[in-house]
């Protein structure tokens, strides 16, 4: 007599199923298979009675309404002529683009006023205070902190999206939503540390942010869900520049640059918090 | 011309049909009926109530997008779900990715380590040990949730929290009913193996500090 595996007795347990019929008679006649079903079920009763009591916190009565608070902004009406057809989609994720724009633009007007602060300092600052060496030092590894931090976040964004599965046969749209978001996000800090970068006079860092950006605007311009093909475009377009190799080395030098630049890390951190 | 309003009782199909029509506040019908239940899915998927809000906003501002393409004989529940189950999954893949590039694998062996069942608080303690042993449970029964992928770890969740069916689970997953049946196998397997010592040691030690 053939004995029933594991995966047999879970599915009896577990599934619905035409096998069930036929499993359930074979625990009747066979002692041994009803003995590991009894095993299993102890087992598996214990171990769903422990699972359950990781219980999911009660996210509140309210909790509806506040859904629909957080996203009604986002939702533009489909009756709207401009909004109907085949557009529809595009113009509803352009709202939302909108407001996500302006959610970045606030974090990256505020990243950029930690740069821009220490920037204008400078010349209020030279005239009051002779020694100027450790405030500039203290300038230079606040954009370098700034744009390490967002050399890294960009790199992160493109190897995901490098890596992202296609689904075999091709037919099924990816999802790249996310990435998409993110290089909106991106590129509006980009525009900002290379046009910093460029005031300071850091060609190196402003010529690989004017690349970044280019391939950033490509992925912020792509539809939300794209074919194989479409994905593989990019990822060749991403790796044509080889932009990833660049960032890599760049982040790498802005890091050294950064230990290599002698400030007081306390000043700096206060100065960022008063920002 | 009168203000036309969606009452809460009105069904799904009416609110969706309304949406369409244009009545963009008709869907805050469905948002408020539905939300708390793709809450409580997504927060088993992803284990914590930031991260779950978040699957809930973007369940609800997807399916806002693709209502043209909602059929008006499905079931706008199980819709977003199917919706909030697959963002959670796509999210979550993401920040493993992620993570796993930011640690070192010595240091997820010293986690792992750090973990392990065999670290358990005896039982038969006092209560302050007794509550760090609960603590520790709680840290094993998450441990144990995510030694799954996410497709077993959303096939478990819907099957048996959720009690869904397997094809509604094979819809989620893209996959047939048999991989489902699969996926929840090996779900419930690695479970299995994973928590049944561990339940066994500590009801043979609540027996024991009940005795004495």
Redesign the interface.
Same mark, same amino acid.
Do not use: H
């Given at each position: 007599m053939t004995h029933l595996s594991?995966?047999e007795l879970? @599915?009896f347990r &577990?599934? &619905?199923?035409r096998e069930n019929a036929a499993i359930a008679e074979h625990l009747q006649e066979c002692a041994q298979c009803r003995a590991e079903f009894t095993q299993?079920d102890t087992?598996?009763t @214990? #171990?769903?009675a422990?699972?359950d009591?990781?219980a #999911? *916190?009660d *996210?509140g009565r309210e909790?509806?309404?506040r #859904?629909?608070q957080?996203? @009604?902004s986002?939702?533009?009406?489909?009756?709207?002529p401009s909004l109907q057809g085949a557009h529809?989609?595009e113009q #509803?994720?352009w709202w939302?683009t909108f407001f996500v724009a302006r959610r970045v633009a606030a974090f990256a007007g505020l990243s950029a006023l930690v740069v821009m602060a220490f920037l204008a300092g400078r010349g209020v600052k030279d005239h009051r205070v002779p020694d100027t060496s450790n405030a500039a030092n203290l300038r230079e590894k606040v954009l370098l902190l700034a744009v390490g931090e967002h050399l890294g976040r960009s790199e992160?964004m493109l190897? &995901?999206l490098s890596?992202t599965e296609t689904k075999k046969g091709g037919a099924?749209l990816i999802?790249i939503f @996310?990435e998409q978001k993110r290089a909106e996000d991106l590129l509006t800090e980009n525009r900002l540390y290379r046009e910093t970068a460029l005031e300071q006079g850091d060609a190196r860092i402003a010529n690989v942010l004017d690349e970044l950006e280019r391939v950033l605007l490509d992925v912020a311009h792509s539809p939300g869900e794209v074919t194989g093909g479409q994905l593989q475009g990019i990822r060749e377009r991403i790796d044509a520049g080889g932009i990833l190799f660049k960032l890599r080395v760049v982040g790498a030098d802005v890091e050294e640059r950064q230990r290599a630049t002698p400030t007081d890390s306390a000043n700096l951190h206060n100065d960022r918090k008063k920002v | 011309m009168t203000e036309r309003t969606v009452s809460p009782r009105e069904g799904d199909a009416e609110a969706i049909e309304l949406t369409l029509g244009g009545d963009r506040d008709a869907y805050r019908v469905l948002v408020e009926r539905h939300s708390a239940s793709v809450f409580r899915l997504a927060f088993r998927l992803t284990g914590n109530r930031h991260d779950a809000e978040e699957v809930v906003q973007e369940a609800f501002l997807r399916a806002y997008q693709k209502l043209e393409q909602f059929e008006a004989r499905a079931n706008f529940g199980t819709w977003v779900y199917r919706i909030a189950a697959n963002y959670a999954i796509d999210r979550t893949r993401k920040k493993r990715i992620e993570e796993a590039r930011r640690k070192e694998p010595s240091m997820r062996e010293a986690e792992s380590a750090e973990n392990s069942a065999m670290n358990l608080v005896p039982d038969k303690q006092p209560s302050p040990e007794r509550l760090a042993q609960n603590v520790e449970l709680r840290k094993q029964l998450e441990l144990a949730l995510n030694t799954l992928t996410q497709a077993e770890r959303t096939a478990f969740v819907m099957r048996h929290w959720e009690g869904c069916g397997i094809e509604e689970i094979a819809v989620t997953l893209n996959s047939n009913t048999s991989a489902a049946k699969n996926t929840v196998f090996r779900a419930v397997k690695k479970l299995r193996n994973f928590l049944a010592p561990l339940v066994s040691q500590m009801a043979g030690a609540r027996a024991m500090g009940t005795e004495s």
């Open positions: 594991e995966e879970i @599915a &577990e599934c &619905e199923g299993l087992e598996l @214990a #171990v769903f422990a699972l009591t990781l #999911v *916190p *996210p909790y509806g309404q #859904v629909w957080q996203i @009604a986002q939702l533009q009406s489909k009756s709207q529809g989609d #509803v994720k939302r992160m190897t &995901e890596n099924k999802d @996310a | -």
